[in-house]
C-alpha cells in the first residue's frame, strides 16, 4: 500500500520557518520525482515545489524562490520542505504528493500519489 504522511506543519508567526517532512513507504521512492502543492482556503491546490528521483533538479514556484527549499533522503524514503520567513500568505494545507516517473513536472495531474495534508498557519 502507498502511504505519504506530512508531518511538521502547525500554528507559527510571520517570519518564522518550518520544516516539513513526508515519510513514504509502498514504492520505490529513490525511483520517482517527489513535489509539495499547497492548497489554501477557498483556492485551488498549486504548485510549491518538486525534485527529480535523484535530488539533482529542483523547481519551485516563482513567488516562493529563495524562501522554500525542496530536498529528499532517498535512504530513509523522505521528503522536506524547508519555508524560511513565512507570511501569512503561505498559510495552507501543504500536501506532497509522488509521480510514478523519474522526472519532476510542476503540473498537478502528474502525479499519481498524494498525501493527506498537513496544516501550516501563519498568523500573529
Known amino acids: 500500500e502507498v502511504q505519504l504522511v506530512e508531518s511538521g506543519g502547525g500554528l507559527v508567526q510571520p517570519g518564522v520557518s518550518l520544516r516539513l517532512s513526508c515519510a513514504t513507504s509502498g514504492f520505490s521512492f529513490g525511483n520517482v520525482a517527489m513535489s509539495w502543492f499547497r492548497q489554501a482556503p477557498g483556492k485551488e491546490r498549486e504548485f510549491v515545489a518538486a525534485?527529480?528521483?535523484?535530488?539533482?533538479?529542483?523547481y519551485y514556484a516563482n513567488s516562493l524562490k529563495g524562501r522554500f527549499t525542496i530536498s529528499r533522503d532517498n535512504a530513509k524514503n523522505t521528503l522536506f520542505l524547508q519555508m524560511n520567513s513565512l507570511k501569512p500568505e503561505d498559510t495552507a494545507v501543504y500536501y506532497c504528493?509522488?509521480?510514478?516517473?523519474?522526472?519532476?513536472?510542476?503540473?498537478?495531474?502528474?502525479?499519481?500519489?498524494w498525501g493527506q495534508g498537513t496544516q501550516v498557519t501563519v498568523s500573529s
Open positions: 525534485i527529480n528521483w535523484l535530488g539533482d533538479a529542483t
Open positions: 504528493a509522488a509521480r510514478t516517473g523519474p522526472r519532476a513536472t510542476m503540473t498537478l495531474r502528474d502525479y499519481a500519489y
